[in-house]
């Protein structure tokens, strides 16, 4: 079996996701006969290319392209299609952000195939077949689904699996593949790209997360957040009902049509733990729940509940771990 993972390629590397990725395609083939190709689409891949070799990759297939720089769903369909047709594998993974999303069903219509957006997990079925699991009805529930055709395509949501330790002493085969990429293909065109600015730790990237929601009230509580993450070294983060109301940044947001994240430790201020803010952060290790209302569902999902004001709890708790961390 060969699996094919694509990556949209940071200049400075491979992105985490697409590591996570590559350790799927390694579980995937294990105990079987089977390959595991990476894909890096960019420009200036070199670095990204020697980085899917270290997390895991036997074969890497170089595609540079300026129009595959931009965040251009069209130019990436025909790069993606093109690769696919030439390496043939039975299993195609992309990363389930926005655009791997929209590229993965686009191919799978191209090639007669199926595609599963949103997987949360795979599994190896008889052969060469596989089962893929995603949330359906908001996150209230797991389907786990088939793709009769072939290849198997699924985008699959950063953080469902641990990327493998680095291997710089690993060798594998890195092929520069040339991909036409017609501008009669390409419907969109990028004006401008405005860069999100991030300042301290990366939400995604956090082992510490402190997430606020409708229950602060106003977004200018959210400063006693901050400061609550600044002393912990998080990230905050905020739950759709508090995006919505204006009080926190898109870019913060936690959940289903957010952002996923899998921290250590996640703090939930005033969340009342929809599931669709759930579906974003459930494999977080360890959950705290402060919140007045002791019917709060999140409660359920809590390692450590505190039913009560967080106005009160929460400069607590910073003056405490102030004193610790003075020691």
Same mark, same amino acid.
């Given at each position: 079996?060969?699996?094919?993972?694509?990556?949209?390629?940071?200049?400075?590397? @491979?992105?985490?996701?697409?590591?996570?990725?590559?350790?799927?395609?390694?579980?995937?083939?294990?105990?079987?006969?089977?390959?595991?190709?990476?894909?890096?689409?960019?420009?200036?891949?070199?670095?990204?290319?020697? /980085?899917?070799?270290?997390?895991?990759?036997?074969?890497?297939?170089?595609?540079?392209?300026?129009?595959?720089?931009?965040?251009? =769903?069209?130019?990436?369909?025909?790069?993606? #299609?093109?690769?696919?047709?030439?390496?043939?594998?039975?299993?195609?993974?992309?990363?389930? #952000?926005?655009?791997?999303?929209?590229?993965?069903?686009?191919?799978?219509?191209?090639?007669?195939?199926?595609?599963?957006?949103?997987?949360? %997990?795979?599994?190896? @079925?008889?052969?060469?077949?596989?089962?893929?699991?995603?949330?359906?009805?908001?996150?209230?529930?797991?389907?786990?689904?088939?793709?009769?055709? =072939?290849?198997?395509?699924?985008? *699959?949501?950063?953080?469902?699996?641990?990327? @493998?330790?680095?291997? /710089?002493?690993?060798?594998?085969?890195?092929?520069?593949?040339?991909? %036409?990429?017609?501008?009669?293909?390409?419907?969109?065109?990028? @004006?401008?790209?405005?860069?999100?600015?991030?300042?301290?730790?990366?939400?995604? /990237?956090?082992?510490?997360? *402190?997430?606020?929601?409708?229950?602060?009230?106003?977004?200018?509580?959210?400063?006693?957040?901050?400061?609550?993450?600044?002393?912990?070294?998080?990230?905050?983060?905020?739950?759709?009902?508090?995006?919505?109301?204006?009080?926190?940044?898109?870019?913060?947001?936690?959940?289903?049509?957010?952002?996923?994240?899998?921290?250590?430790?996640?703090?939930?201020?005033?969340?009342?733990?929809?599931?669709?803010?759930?579906?974003?952060?459930?494999?977080?290790?360890?959950?705290?729940?402060?919140?007045? #209302?002791?019917?709060?569902?999140?409660?359920?999902?809590?390692?450590?509940?505190?039913?009560?004001?967080?106005?009160?709890?929460?400069?607590?708790?910073?003056?405490?771990?102030?004193?610790?961390?003075?020691?």
């Amino acid at each position: 079996m060969k699996i094919l993972v694509v990556s949209t390629s940071a200049r400075t590397g @491979l992105p985490q996701p697409s590591a996570e990725l590559i350790a799927a395609g390694r579980q995937l083939v294990s105990g079987k006969e089977g390959t595991v190709a990476v894909a890096v689409l960019g420009q200036d891949v070199a670095q990204a290319c020697r /980085d899917a070799v270290a997390f895991g990759a036997d074969q890497v297939y170089s595609v540079e392209n300026s129009l595959l720089v931009a965040h251009d =769903t069209d130019a990436h369909l025909q790069a993606v #299609d093109a690769v696919v047709r030439e390496v043939a594998p039975e299993v195609v993974l992309l990363v389930g #952000d926005a655009l791997g999303t929209e590229v993965a069903v686009r191919l799978a219509h191209r090639l007669k195939t199926g595609a599963v957006a949103y997987c949360s %997990s795979i599994r190896s @079925l008889e052969g060469d077949r596989l089962a893929f699991t995603r949330p359906i009805y908001g996150g209230k529930a797991i389907a786990e689904m088939t793709v009769e055709g =072939t290849p198997q395509i699924a985008a *699959v949501t950063a953080r469902s699996f641990e990327p @493998l330790p680095r291997d /710089d002493a690993r060798t594998g085969e890195i092929t520069s593949l040339a991909v %036409s990429i017609g501008s009669d293909g390409q419907r969109t065109k990028v @004006l401008e790209t405005i860069q999100e600015e991030v300042t301290g730790v990366r939400l995604e /990237d956090a082992k510490t997360v *402190v997430s606020g929601g409708r229950g602060l009230g106003d977004g200018a509580n959210f400063r006693m957040l901050e400061e609550l993450a600044a002393v912990m070294g998080a990230a905050v983060g905020a739950s759709r009902a508090a995006v919505d109301a204006g009080w926190a940044s898109p870019a913060m947001q936690v959940g289903q049509t957010g952002k996923q994240v899998a921290p250590e430790l996640y703090i939930a201020v005033g969340i009342s733990g929809a599931t669709q803010h759930i579906a974003g952060m459930g494999r977080a290790k360890h959950v705290v729940v402060i919140n007045k #209302d002791p019917e709060a569902p999140f409660f359920r999902l809590a390692e450590l509940g505190v039913t009560a004001d967080y106005k009160k709890v929460v400069p607590l708790l910073i003056e405490q771990l102030k004193v610790q961390m003075s020691r």
